[in-house]
């Protein structure tokens, strides 16, 4: 009898520590928080199998080839609120600070171009409601996803499916007095929780959490119209992909994101570094003008001249929230000089003589 007390009580240990999970929608991205992400472009991982038993996944020898920091906020802070009135949290800057989990929309094809990705959390999940680009060639063009594209399905937990259609069309010249041309993206996957178990990261290891399965297929075509007359239409690229999103509990991010292609040949690994609070009270940091951003020498930082009260305090962090530089003035617009700084992610805050707080984020290239 004492032998097999002990072993129940073994049993039940093991299972409360290697239950599976659930993701639900409090585990999606939350307004106010800055995640800090690390890639690695040559990793050298084993990604295990898909199975109902707990396994362990060791990616500690994980490398950061360059770093990403993408900052929520209320959509309801935006001056695009009213346009895009399913979205209740937003990203925006150049793609260089944003990490990868953008779905189907061209994040990557906008290079240092600022703009506003729109996303939806909800009890069904995180999905991405549409985009706007504030510079580059099809600047100012209100984009929606229709259907929206699915990013994260909730609840999920082992065993659960989704699938998915997301589509969005970029108008790229349109005249009534000629053809008129349209960019076409359309994505379909499925996203299957296929595996549970713990993963060790170069940051810490994350006892719970459970692996999605991203198999999606992404077409990008355009087509031709005169009016409402068909002109033409082409399909321009057909790709294939796997992704493998880990998730655990309280985290609001994912503990990492495998990305591999077609023969499931992994291309790169994002993982996740560490949070960073900050508070919607706060005024919005696009009131802020900051160019250019990244830079590797100069960079100007505009502040509105309805901000200035007397002195303004100027404070730049490292990503470690060390200090690196401070400055005081009465102008409204600050030279910070590249003085040798370590490239990366830098934070700052810009405070005047009323309390009043700006913050942001810089990064800094070599």
């Known amino acids: 009898m004492k032998n097999y007390i002990t072993f129940f009580v073994a049993f039940c240990i093991t299972s409360i520590v290697y239950a599976q999970i659930t993701i639900t929608s409090t585990d999606l991205p939350q307004a106010g928080e800055t995640y800090l992400i690390s890639t690695d472009t040559t990793p050298t991982i084993s990604l295990g199998t ?5 396994q362990s996944w060791n990616f500690s020898a994980l490398s950061e080839d360059y770093p990403s920091v993408p900052t929520y906020g209320l959509t309801s802070s935006t001056p695009y609120a009213s346009v895009f ?3 209740n949290l937003y990203t925006y800057g150049p793609a260089a600070m944003f990490g990868s989990f ?10 240092m171009n600022k703009g506003y ?17 504030d510079s580059g060639s099809f600047a100012n063009i209100n984009v929606f996803e229709n259907p929206m ?36 993206n359309r994505v379909t996957k499925t996203l299957t929780t296929d595996a549970w178990g713990s993963v060790t990261t170069p940051i810490s290891t994350y006892s719970n959490v459970i692996r999605i399965h991203e198999y999606l297929i992404k077409v990008d075509s355009a087509y031709a119209q005169m009016g409402t007359t068909p002109a033409y239409s082409l399909e321009l690229m057909r790709d294939t992909l796997n992704n493998y999103i880990f998730m655990t509990n309280g985290l609001h991010y ?25 508070s919607e009270s706060l005024t919005s940091e696009e009131q802020v003008k900051t160019y250019p951003n990244p830079f590797s020498s100069v960079c100007t930082i505009d502040i509105p001249s309805d901000f200035l009260r007397g002195n303004i305090h100027f404070n730049l962090f490292d990503n470690t929230g060390k200090r690196v530089y401070k400055y005081q003035t009465k102008e409204n617009k600050i030279n910070l000089q590249n003085d040798n700084y370590k490239a990366g992610i830098y934070f700052y805050t810009i405070e005047n003589s009323k309390g009043e707080i700006f913050k942001g984020k810089l990064l800094i290239t070599n």
């Open 102 to 111: 953008f779905g189907g929309a061209p994040v990557n094809s906008q290079g």
């Open 117 to 133: 990705m729109f996303w939806k959390t909800d009890v069904g999940g995180l999905s991405i409601v549409g985009f706007r680009a």
């Open 149 to 184: 594209e699915l990013l994260i399905g909730t609840p999920t937990t082992y065993g659960s499916t989704f699938n998915n259609t997301g589509r969005w069309v970029l108008p790229m010249n349109v005249n009534p007095f000629d053809v008129d041309t349209f960019y076409v």
């Open 85 to 87: 009135t399913s979205s």
């Open 50 to 54: 898909p199975s109902p038993s707990f």
């Open 254 to 278: 994912p503990v990492c994101i495998v990305h591999a292609d077609k023969n499931n040949l992994i291309k790169n690994v994002e993982y996740y570094n560490m949070t960073f609070l900050s």
